[in-house]
């Protein structure tokens, strides 16, 4: 009878075992493909102003690299500790779409959680934090108009919801238009360079150690030169648009101050016509500083009009992203 009785208690202990078995798998399949839901992040930029498609131009061409940091469990009540972010790559899409590539992907831990983002888009597509970053003495291609430009983007987000990143230039926007009179009319043969005989900064390092809004700090470096701006074609000019200009011209700089007296304009057209500085000149993050110039014999380069403006009129200087 003991043995019966025994072999029963095996038996239902046996029972008992499996089911629990049963009921933790169960657990352990439901909770985590509930709590891995990866970030849905996105970076839509506002539409090009130009016939290309590259950042300076507020649009993504597709093949673009974004280095993105995520704190998950934030508590804004301490100090971002960076050091113990989850560090991805991501591809973003000409939607503004950011598909995950490599590194550590960050997930959703609780419906309640809050991260902390941030994320850079270097124009060479570096998938490291440089220690300095330059811009191209040559953007007279495509190529290397982009490859000078540097995005930041920060934000934080709660509740499982899509991440909306907004990026700002990390770099200023110089434009040029030539007015097309003068020694100039007409001709196909205009180019323009920033600075003259080697006297704009070319590179520096940034840091995010209590930057301000959205802007990192900059350290200009030692490097100097002179850089060859990306022609745009004849465009309307922003003070008068019944006016196109004979050719316009863009580049991208590094934030700076251009000193009283220092040349920081030189139209070619089988000769230069140059323009100096008659106060000190500062070029910040995130802003487009257009020069209507006019040419002429007697005193070369004439500036008609200068307009300071957000890289961007529609959103203050930002790429808005949705």
Known sequence: MNRLSDLKRMILLLLAGILSACSHDDLTETRPAEN???LVLTAVMADATTDTR???DNSWEGTETVIVEVIDNYDDTTTPDWTQAKRGIYTASTDGKLTFTSGTQSTWLSDNETKLVRAWHYGD???EHPDSWSVQRNQGTDDNYAKSDLLFAQGRVSGRQEIALKFYHQVAKVVVHV???G???GSDDVSVTIGYMNNIVMDGTVSTDNISENYLNWT??????YITAYNLGPKPLAYDENETSLASFAALVIP???KEKEYYLVINNRREYSCYASKDIVWKAGHSYTYEVTI???SGVWVDKIIVSSWTEQDGGSLETE
Do not use: D, F
């Open 220 to 225: 200009p470096g030692s490097t100097r030169g």
């Open 183 to 185: 020694p100039v009319y």
């Open 54 to 56: 590259a950042t300076p």
């Open 296 to 298: 002429t014999k007697e």
């Open 36 to 38: 891995s839901e990866p």
């Open 179 to 181: 007015r097309n009179v």
């Open 256 to 258: 700076q101050t251009v």
């Open 125 to 127: 597509n570096s998938e």
